[in-house]
């Protein structure tokens, strides 16, 4: 299984950013879908999470409000939409997938994208 995220990159406090993430060499119609980022010496955190089969979807409160995700289920794609982006956003974003009947957590990932970094600037 391979997660491909694309988006990632330097834009100004205030301004948006888009991330997506491909799902490929495996069955997904299982699994959900998601976003978690990390900055240095902090543990990695939940984003975003978008269900497979009822696209209920799950924000941190950190996000909520600033951050839409939506999924592509015929592409097996996640994709983040971030505005009103602040100073604390910078982060690296890492794609998640789970088995549906998991909540989201780190432990509960079965498969992790390589990372895109998302740096805020003032």
């Known amino acids: 299984v391979q997660l491909q995220a694309s988006g990632g990159g330097l834009v100004q406090a205030g301004g948006s950013l888009s991330l997506s993430c491909a799902a490929s060499?495996?069955?997904?119609?299982?699994?959900?879908m998601g976003w978690f980022r990390q900055t240095p010496g902090k543990e990695r955190e939940f984003v975003a999470g978008i269900s497979r089969s009822d696209g209920r979807i799950l924000y941190a409160e950190a996000v909520k409000g600033r951050f839409t995700i939506s999924r592509d289920n015929v592409k097996n794609t996640v994709f983040l939409h971030m505005s009103g982006l602040k100073l604390d956003d910078t982060a690296v974003y890492y794609c998640a997938v789970k088995y549906q009947s998991r909540s989201w957590s780190q432990i509960a990932v079965d498969y992790w994208g390589k990372g895109t970094q998302v740096t805020v600037s003032s």
């Open positions: 060499g495996g069955t997904f119609s299982r699994y959900d």
